[in-house]
């Protein structure tokens, strides 16, 4: 608990709070600095920022980017998050986020569709009603929580792994922006460029390791740390590529309400006294 969280979503992705009550939340846990990271908007930063009118806490302006990577020479892509934080000139980030979001649109309706076939159900309709009628907003946690409520599967999970991970059937890649134009995007729009959860990819280490440097050669700023629920020697290989490559690191829980009641607002990895937080580089 540092008082710092740069990686949390609210209900306007796939979190359960709303942006005041997330920004509520984290002053009552004293968290001074809070980015709010939601996929592909920023359409909850306003509100967040009036909430925290009035309070001893700094809202910097975020998004999880979908974005996409590839070794050399393969044709396979590899999807990959990138949280873009404190925006001074957020237009060209606002401007690649249309697009983004008539992709996340188009692939919800593609998803359900291969569902439907899948399970002989609709469940658009369902998973609309979850985004206030907003199909930019679905995220696959939204199509999850509607097959367990369809009782098509048991839990959320369990629809990840049946129906929504890669390799799986409804899965439909988020064929958006490449992390090169994710990069250039962010510093165009006076921002940084932070590798999100790098040991969340289902990546070899090598190819961990491979995205890092890739990622660090782009001109990416920071790399998260992992969560401290990793064991350490993750931590550990983490911290050593950092090194190796210069970068900063970023703290964030990955917060999501209740939809993943076991990360809480706030529960942030200490970084070592020799990282740099790129915190320190917010104006
Ligand atoms: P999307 O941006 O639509 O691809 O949805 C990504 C979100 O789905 C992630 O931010 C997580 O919140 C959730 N998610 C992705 N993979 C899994 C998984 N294997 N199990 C549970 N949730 C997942
Ligand atoms: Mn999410
Ligand atoms: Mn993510
Ligand atoms: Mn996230």
């Known amino acids: 608990?540092?008082?710092?969280?740069?990686?949390?979503?609210?209900?306007?992705?796939?979190?359960?709070?709303?942006?005041?009550?997330?920004?509520?939340?984290?002053?009552?846990?004293g968290i001074h600095t809070l980015a709010l990271t939601d996929h592909d908007t920023m359409d909850g930063l306003e509100t967040a920022i009036q909430q925290a009118q009035g309070h001893d806490i700094q809202i910097i302006?975020?998004?999880?980017?979908?974005?996409q990577w590839s070794r050399p020479n393969t044709k396979k892509a590899y999807g990959?998050?990138?949280?873009?934080?404190?925006?001074?000139?957020?237009?060209p980030l606002l401007d690649a986020l249309v697009i983004?979001?008539?992709?996340?649109?188009?692939?919800?309706?593609q998803i359900c569709q291969i569902l439907q076939q899948c399970t002989g159900q609709d469940i658009y309709t369902d998973v609309l009603l979850k985004v206030e009628g907003e199909p930019d907003r679905i995220t696959r946690t939204h199509i999850a929580k509607a097959l367990v409520e369809k009782e098509i599967v048991a839990r959320p999970q369990q629809a990840f792994d049946r129906f929504l991970k890669e390799g799986k059937r409804a899965y439909v890649k988020f064929d958006g922006l490449n992390l090169a134009d994710t990069i250039r995007i962010i510093h165009e729009s006076e921002g940084f460029a932070i590798l999100a959860h790098p040991t969340r990819y289902d990546l070899s280490s090598t190819n961990v390791r491979y995205?890092?440097?890739l990622f660090a050669k782009m001109?990416?700023?920071?790399?998260?740390?992992?969560?401290?629920?990793?064991?350490?020697?993750?931590r550990q290989m983490i911290?050593?590529?950092?090194?190796?490559f210069d970068l900063k690191v970023s703290i964030g829980s990955d917060f999501h309400?209740?939809?993943?009641?076991?990360?809480?607002?706030?529960h942030t990895p200490q970084p070592n006294p020799h990282q740099t937080g790129i915190w320190e580089s917010f104006r």
């Open 100 to 109: 983004q979001k008539n992709i996340r649109a188009e692939r919800a309706q």
């Open 1 to 29: 608990m540092h008082g710092i969280d740069l990686h949390t979503h609210s209900n306007i992705s796939d979190g359960t709070l709303s942006p005041s009550c997330l920004v509520d939340a984290a002053i009552a846990c």
């Open 257 to 266: 309400g209740e939809n993943m009641p076991w990360i809480k607002l706030g």
């Open 61 to 67: 302006s975020g998004a999880e980017i979908s974005s």
């Open 80 to 91: 990959v998050h990138i949280v873009a934080l404190n925006m001074q000139n957020p237009e």
């Open 219 to 234: 001109g990416g700023d920071a790399v998260e740390l992992p969560p401290s629920v990793d064991p350490v020697s993750t």
């Open 239 to 244: 911290d050593r590529i950092i090194q190796q």
């Open 211 to 213: 995205l890092i440097e």
